[in-house]
């Protein structure tokens, strides 16, 4: 490889960088067009950010960055256990997000592969509905079919009230096992 198109590639990823630190989440359609290069030339250069620690993470929405270890924590964080059917998932998450409270991640406990996590990362209704329509696209299934419905969240808010409030409607809807 020249040393052009190395430093080609160098500055492109330093841009990806740049553009995911200020307006994330970024879908890797957008930075491919931004960039002027194909989606999979995008996944390399994302996977090749994170071998060098770059703190991206994949969501439903597209890429973020996250901030570094050490930086604020959210001022109220709790994970809790929900069981549902999966045409109750849009319920569950408009209940937590109606209450101000961000859903971070769904995790289930898999009998060989132990606890697996994946990104949500929702907190208002518009992004609950991009998620679900997401998966109805893909076709995907939800990660709590492996476990019969029983799953965890992580939830974010400003304060405790707003999760205690959130937990209560869950509780109220039947979704809540475990707070």
């Known amino acids: 490889m020249t040393e052009s198109l190395k430093r080609m590639g160098t500055e492109r ?3 990806l960088l740049l553009w995911l630190k200020s307006e994330s989440p970024l ?17 390399q250069d ?11 993470l994949a969501t439903s929405q597209g890429y973020i960055y996250m901030e570094p270890a050490g930086q604020a924590a959210p001022p109220a964080s709790r994970i809790i ?12 998450l408009k209940l937590i997000v109606d209450f101000g409270v961000s859903v971070q991640d769904v995790i289930v406990e898999h009998p060989v592969y132990g606890d697996l996590t994946a990104p949500i990362r929702v907190g208002t209704r518009k992004e609950v509905d991009d998620f679900i329509r997401k998966i109805s696209s893909t076709q995907a299934t939800y990660l709590s079919q492996l476990t019969g419905g029983i799953h965890l969240h992580t939830l974010h808010a400003p304060d405790e009230t707003k999760i205690n409030e959130a937990c209560a409607a869950l509780e109220k809807a039947g979704f809540l096992i475990a707070d």
């Open 27 to 43: 879908t890797g359609s957008e930075l491919a067009r931004r960039a002027s290069v194909s989606r999979q030339v995008i996944v």
């Open 13 to 15: 990823r330093e841009q």
């Open 81 to 92: 256990v929900c069981k549902h059917r999966p045409e109750q998932t849009e319920e569950e």
């Open 46 to 56: 994302i996977s090749l950010l994170k071998a060098s620690q770059e703190p991206i």
